[in-house]
């Protein structure tokens, strides 16, 4: 190994050896100066300018990981939310289907309940319109069973030329009343 000493009497003018210290120009004095200055320059710049760099960089490197995990959590809530949202949304739609199935339902035995009253009062109005007809065809009936036996009194009191008498024309009345609802019959 090199010794310092030995450099040193290397590097000075007076020294007869020709080595390659000589021949490169290279004083072993400004070196080492160089080297201190160097040291000296790098603890100065360690100590008041890369350490609070360092301080600086770790306190962003937190923060960037900060940032990234609360990042990283405001997704899974995002997706939380999401998936929230979803199952609010299909909630929803099972609801509403529900809804419109039971109001399917109402409207189904609405119109059920509306035909029947509907078909009810037809029958109705036709059974009353039957009895109607009934009892205007009686009515007509009795009408014309009235006038025929009034025309048959008046006729055979013509053929028989002679007066009845209120008795005898009750009588034929009622005798051909009888002959002709037996013969209608």
Not at 16 to 22: C, H, K, N, Q
Not at 131 to 142: A, G, S, T, V, Y
Not at 158 to 166: A, G, M, R
């Amino acid at each position: 190994m090199i010794d310092f000493f030995s450099i040193l009497a290397a590097t000075d003018p007076n020294a007869a050896s020709g080595g390659i210290v000589e021949k490169f120009g290279i004083h072993v004095g400004h070196i080492v100066m160089q080297g201190i200055s160097f040291s000296l320059l790098a603890y100065i710049l360690y100590r008041f300018a890369f350490k609070p760099v360092f301080a600086t960089m770790d306190e962003r490197n937190a923060k960037i990981a900060d940032g990234l995990k609360y990042a990283d959590d405001m997704k899974a809530q995002l997706e939380e939310a999401e998936q929230e949202r979803k199952e609010i949304i299909q909630k929803a739609s099972q609801e509403a289907q529900g809804i419109v199935n039971e109001a399917k339902t109402v409207a189904d035995e609405k119109i059920s309940n509306s035909t029947q009253e509907a078909i009810a009062r037809a029958e109705e109005i036709a059974a009353k319109a039957e009895q109607q007809i009934e009892l205007d065809r009686k009515k007509m009936m009795d009408e014309a069973r009235s006038e025929i036996t009034r025309l048959v009194v008046a006729t055979t009191g013509k053929v028989l030329s002679k007066e009845l008498s209120p008795e005898e024309q009750t009588r034929y009345s009622q005798s051909a009343s009888s002959q002709l609802v037996e013969s209608s019959n």
